[in-house]
């Protein structure tokens, strides 16, 4: 084992996401294993501050004893003792991150960790999901492209003791570890290394709409910049042009769009979008007109703040006139321009 090499990957890691300022001070959470134990080597061996707390959850008795004292005997660690007794996994890493707030932590998670989650939240959730390197409340996580045999080579090579907990075996995380990845292994020796590459179209992504793709359940909208939002209604997924000023005149796609009324802007359709002053939805307003479900993401609407004014082809305003420029074959077979004409009656605006 190469120990300086192993470092220099964590290193950049730790660059590339972010984690840790140069030199900086972080607390390592450690349980006394062969991970969190790296963890807290290396990250000293690369000059930073880096001490250890350990959280003595008091499950295994004596166990639970002997594991606090070595990561207070071999690590400097503060100890601190919770009673976690009866608490599920997610209520135990919970009660672990509750403590030491007031600066930043670090996780010994691994490449292996990370694996197991995938797997654990894609059968839970229908999510191949995993762990960020950071989370929100100041925790970071700089061993993610380490694999967990790494880390018994690292503190092999370097002379390291550490623990084995004996409990891991009875959590869900062990479950997957000793009997269904020995299993997809089997099917192909690379079985570890492809789960992981699931992970691969979310780390191209920005992570709010990473997290629009992955999350099935209800709607939700994400900014995408340049006035573009990507939207999901449930198993739909569409690009939507954001709010935009209508100045003068723009261009929506087909569409040519002028008004000389300050305050208008023109977006795509919402659901449950209403005309304003009246109980007609806009989807309605799609429906009767016959416009195909998979033209009305990117049709124009009008708006003045949330009420829509006009409807582009189908809802006239008298101060908003829209052509759209779209190329038909006439009767004879010859191409020809035709604008839309206007299919309702203005609602009421001042």
């Not at 807290?40 to 004292?69: F, I």
């Not at 623990?163 to 891991?168: E, G, I, L, P, Y």
């Not at 995380?173 to 570890?192: N, Q, S, T, V, W």
């Not at 033209?295 to 908003?320: T, Y």
Request: hydrophobic share 40%; charged share 30%.
């Amino acid at each position: 084992m190469d120990t300086a090499a192993l470092r220099n990957r964590i290193e950049d890691d730790i660059r590339r996401h972010g984690l840790i300022e140069p030199g900086g001070e972080v607390c390592c959470l450690v349980s006394g294993g062969a991970d969190s134990t790296c963890l807290w080597h290396a990250l000293r061996a690369l000059g930073y501050g880096a001490s250890a707390l350990h959280v003595n959850h008091k499950l295994r008795g004596a166990g639970s004893d002997e594991d606090a004292r070595f990561c207070r005997d071999e690590l400097g660690a503060d100890v601190i003792e919770l009673d976690g007794r009866g608490l599920s996994e997610a209520a135990l890493r919970e009660q672990r991150y509750s403590i030491g707030r007031d600066g930043l932590r670090a996780t010994g998670h691994t490449a292996s960790d990370q694996v197991e989650t995938i797997l654990y939240r894609l059968a839970s959730r229908g999510t191949a999901t995993g762990m960020d390197a950071s989370r929100a409340d100041g925790v970071v996580r700089p061993l993610l492209s380490v694999w967990r045999a790494e880390t018994a080579a690292y503190c092999e090579a370097e002379g390291l003791a550490f623990r084995v907990d004996a409990t891991n075996a009875d959590t869900k995380r062990g479950l997957i570890r000793d009997e269904i990845l020995p299993l997809l292994r089997r099917l192909h020796p690379a079985a570890d290394a492809n789960v992981l590459r699931a992970l691969d179209l979310r780390e191209t992504l920005p992570p709010a709409l990473a997290e629009l793709l992955s999350s099935p359940a209800g709607s939700k909208r994400v900014d995408l910049g340049g006035g573009v939002q990507a939207v999901r209604e449930y198993d739909r997924l569409w690009l939507e042009h954001g709010p935009v000023d209508l100045a003068g005149e723009i261009r929506w796609g087909e569409w040519r769009i002028r008004s000389g009324l300050e305050g208008l802007k023109v977006r795509g359709w919402r659901p449950g979008d209403r005309l304003a002053g009246r109980a007609k939805k806009i989807q309605d307003v799609f429906v009767d007109a016959k416009v195909p479900r998979s033209e009305r993401e990117a049709w124009p609407l009008v708006v003045r703040g949330d009420e829509v004014i006009a409807v582009p082809g189908l809802v006239e305003h008298p101060a908003v006139e829209a052509t759209r420029d779209r190329r038909r074959l006439d009767g004879a077979g010859q191409e020809a321009n035709r604008a839309e004409a206007p299919a309702w009656p203005a609602p009421e605006c001042e």
